[in-house]
């Protein structure tokens, strides 16, 4: 079952920043929050990800509440190009590994 | 991506025939990953593989088997083809399976059962 609930879709303008919300409520303290996104049914691709402390990288920047219950995805000068299905994911242990529970995703589509 | 590639891109079958879908790696990586994608839903894990002949169950493995005879393939079969298995596979490739490396994914086969 998916651990966390995103809006189904959302629009942005392009050069506008595009923050994308996720609810992961029953997260444990040692599962982190990944954030994947899927361009016209290719195969998807890796943004960020984090655990406690807020983080950003080339793509994006990604902001954990402190009590980890949600998150937000910003990317900050939204193009065209970015629009896609945005994936916020938990990584759970499982015996020999870590899986990736994925939930439904937001669909953003970023206006001219 | 570069790095990694599935076969084939599409096919269609028939119900009660075996299939099996390659993924190829040209990355060295010990960890292989096969899933499914549905309409309107993420990615489910049918199987993994952490290394040559070691491979582990996933969250819908039903119906399917795989295997990792080489480092760089990994093969998912479905022993018997149903309705239920239409969909979009995905493999995936990571160097470790620890914490901090992200997933490389394939383009994907678009498998229809009739």
């Known amino acids: 079952d998916a651990k966390t609930t995103q809006p189904t879709s959302m629009d942005c303008a392009e050069g506008r920043a595009a923050n994308l919300p996720c609810n992961h409520s029953?997260?444990?303290?040692?599962?982190?929050v990944y954030w994947y996104r899927q361009i016209h049914s290719q195969g998807p691709q890796y943004i960020i990800h984090?655990?406690?402390?807020?983080e950003t990288n080339e793509m994006a920047s990604l902001i954990i509440t402190e009590d980890r219950k949600s998150s937000t995805l910003i990317l900050p000068h939204a193009t065209l190009r970015d629009t896609a299905v945005y994936y916020c994911?938990?990584?759970?242990?499982?015996?020999?590994?870590?899986?990736?529970?994925w939930g439904a995703g937001t669909k953003l589509i970023i206006k001219p | 991506d570069a790095g990694i590639t599935q076969s084939p891109r599409h096919k269609v079958t028939e119900t009660g025939t075996p299939v099996t879908l390659r993924c190829h790696q040209t990355e060295n990586h010990r960890y292989m990953y096969w899933y499914r994608q549905d309409p309107g839903h993420g990615l489910r894990l049918i199987h993994y593989s952490y290394g040559v002949k070691d491979t582990d169950k996933g969250e819908v493995s039903d119906g399917y088997s795989v295997s990792r005879s080489k480092t760089e393939d990994f093969l998912l079969t479905l022993e018997s083809a149903t309705s239920s298995q239409t969909s979009v596979y995905f493999c995936?490739?990571?160097?470790?399976?620890?914490?901090?490396?992200?997933?490389?994914f394939g383009s994907g086969t678009r498998l229809t059962v009739v």
């Open positions: 994911i938990v990584r759970v242990a499982m015996d020999s590994n870590y899986q990736l529970i």
């Open positions: 984090g655990l406690k402390n807020n």
């Open positions: 029953t997260i444990s303290g040692n599962e982190y």
């Open positions: 995936a490739i990571q160097p470790t399976g620890g914490a901090g490396y992200g997933y490389t």
